[in-house]
């Protein structure tokens, strides 16, 4: 799968600060089997840009995240970092690379050490990237003002139990900054928090990535809040990209059947009349009965969202199609991208195709 | 609800089988408060509602002193109808429904309140709160039944399906054995899993497969009522959407009535028939989903309908609502939402939260506890833009 061809939305924020390319991860599970977890996924993140990663669970977003910020072994596949291509191979290298790359992961109740206090929390990490001559008090009060946790004296000696699902987010939104990092993985940062401090956090989050520069993924299954915060989108199925693009576009006029799927079914308060209310069930472009299939064996033959598909034909079922360029920045793996998004794919013959807004 | 023949047959079906419950149940009706009951409401469901909580106050008992969890709130839920229970984390709204099943341990108390409930299969109208225990036991899941929000811990790892389902079968009701098992088989059928999954254990099934069992169960007896607790805020949306839509198609079929909690007001604006919105406690706003998503008045539902992205129409400015809920403990004078507030006044301090009309409205049962914010009033100055609902793109 050659897609270099498409162009990231996000290049034009910054500089390229970390390559992905054709990363694979196998697990094993029993003899002779394997989970395609991920699959030949490339991408580019730029600094001060937010590429956000979009799927359902299992698809395969976490495990992408995991093998960036270098905690889960490649099965094939390279990682570019500032055009170097990262090998880890010592408890060294380790640390320096995690003081350019860290992970932020989604649950604020599990990520903490609930023995340990705020304090312990940032300062261990000052001490480790920052080396001996930090200051380290001083550094730790900076970075709660960071991420607003003010007065930080307030927060230092609290352990994590005492404080809320938000509160705990930002110190591991601070812990992540301790290292000054130029790229950050951000794992589901708001599902596990309400409604109505997620938009905080993440505004919280733009605020960091604009102040330090960060090339930021934003990993989720919330494809409207991806539309929000993110530059580019890519749409993530059973291990593969199934479809790239600006954010805006990819949420308007989405070409894969699949994401076709995830925007029809985000809750839209605003379309009131053919609601769940109506009664019936609302017919999305496609069913979600079926789990993604990427386990090896017949399974895999094909385009793994085949058996949700309503598109499907012989040929989705014997070939995985590549990503497609649809435009510059926008790509679909699929191979009836002429009936599922025929608005897209025929410039020519159609008059008025670009309907992004 | 009534007129459509779905849920009269269900009414039915359920009579014939309830006869033997009502005898049983009456003592317990007679002991209740309400026992002056007309014949009429044993019959049919009639206009009252299913359940009814009135005062119903809360609170955890600590060293440092009552921490006021629910604040005299009344809510009532008629047969057939969706009502959503909305508001963050904290604010009292799995208490609330715990409390009124008195499904709470101490520290947690319940200091004042009724909960009558009027059930098709039974004689007359009880308090929840004064019941027996063996009372209790069979009220529960046999009328009222619930739906947890984290189905992998609510469902028992090392048993199969089968074994859970006819557990709550045989606990509930008296079956005989292969009748149990069809019926488990057939209450698979009803949440679409095929009846091959009966011999699954929990692990071996998807996040909404398990949230699927949770609801089978939660029919297994037919309830009147059933309570659900985020149930689907672990799952991602495209089965989320699949869930909400078999929920709202059981109910239409079965007829039961729904309190749906969760934090998600994006939810209920299409799931609820009314919405009930809670902030520290108390109610702050009740309407149906529409008014609320129309002509929301209070200023917290405002910040809450302003909290989510939108994946369709232009992109709006996002406020969300900062700051965080008071501690209950030491509850602020006056309205709690007052210190994350845009609108808020001196006069906020003297507001009693008692839930008036909104008097633009022409929906009488439209009620905000803000004397002050109308849905027209204009969103306050600041970074905060927080009513930009397009009030112009829906008719009717």
Known sequence: ?357 | MSADPAADSAIGRADGRALDRATHRATGAAAGPAAGSSLADAVAPGPGPVLDIRDLSVVYRTPAGDVRAVDQVNLALGAGEVVGLAGESGSGKSTLAYGACRLLRAPALVTNGSVTYRGRRVSGPADILKMRPDELRRLRWREIAIVFQSAMNALNPVLNVRDQLLDAIHAHLKMPRDEAHERAASLLDLVGIPRSRLRSYPHELSGGMRQRVMIAMALAAEPEIIIMDEPTTALDVVVQRDILAQIVELKDRLGFSILFITHDLSLLLELADRIVVMYAGQFVEIATSDEIHREAAHPYTRGLLNSFPSLRGSRRELAGIPGSPPDLGHPPPGCPFMPRCGYARPECRDVDMRLLPVATSRDPDHVTACPFVLPDTPAPPGPSAASESPAGELGT
């Not at chain 1, 094939?76 to 290298?93: A, P």
């Not at chain 1, 001559?133 to 709660?144: F, I, N, R, S, Y």
């Not at chain 1, 004296?153 to 005492?162: I, T, V």
């Not at chain 1, 985000?266 to 769940?276: I, Q, T, V, Y």
């Open chain 1, 1 to 357: 799968m050659t897609e270099q061809t498409v162009t990231s939305a996000a290049a034009a924020r910054g500089p390229l600060a970390m390559e992905a390319i054709s990363l694979s991860k196998d697990f094993r599970i029993g003899r002779g089997h394997a989970l395609h977890a991920v699959r030949d996924v490339s991408f580019n993140l730029y600094r001060g840009a937010v590429v956000a990663l979009v799927g359902e669970s299992g698809s395969g977003k976490s495990t992408a995240a995991r093998l960036l910020a270098g905690q889960e072994r490649l099965t094939s596949g390279t990682i570019r970092l500032d055009g170097k291509q990262v090998e880890v191979s010592s408890r060294g290298d380790f640390r320096r690379y995690k003081s350019e790359v860290q992970l932020v992961f989604q649950d604020p109740f599990s990520s903490l050490n609930p023995i340990h206090t705020v304090r312990y929390h940032l300062e261990r990490p000052v001490k480790l990237h920052q080396g001996k001559d930090a200051k380290v008090g001083q550094e730790v009060v900076t970075l709660m003002e960071q991420v607003r946790l003010t007065p930080a004296k307030q927060f230092l000696a609290k352990y994590p139990h005492e404080l809320s699902g938000g509160q705990r987010q930002r110190v591991s939104f601070a812990r992540a900054l301790a290292a000054r990092p130029s790229v950050l993985l951000a794992d589901e940062p708001v599902s596990m928090l309400d409604v109505s401090i997620r938009l905080e956090m993440l505004s919280l989050l733009d605020d960091l990535r604009q102040r330090f520069r960060l090339a930021m993924l934003y990993i989720t299954h919330d494809i409207a809040s991806a539309r929000y915060f993110a530059d580019e989108i890519l749409v993530m199925y059973a291990g593969e990209i199934v479809e790239r693009g600006p954010a805006e576009e990819v949420t308007q006029v989405p070409a894969h059947p699949y994401t076709q799927l995830l925007v029809a079914s985000a809750p839209d308060p605003d379309n009131l009349g053919s609601a769940l209310r109506g009664g019936g069930r609302r017919q999305g472009p496609a069913t979600a009965s079926e789990r993604p299939q990427n386990l090896d064996g017949a399974a895999t033959q094909g385009c793994p969202f085949n058996p949700r598909c309503p598109f499907a034909d012989d040929l989705c079922r014997r070939e995985d199609p590549a990503l497609m360029q649809i435009s510059d920045t926008r790509g679909a793996a699929c191979w009836h991208l002429d009936v599922a998004a025929p608005e897209l794919v025929s410039g020519p013959r159609r008059g008025g195709d670009t309907t992004t807004t």
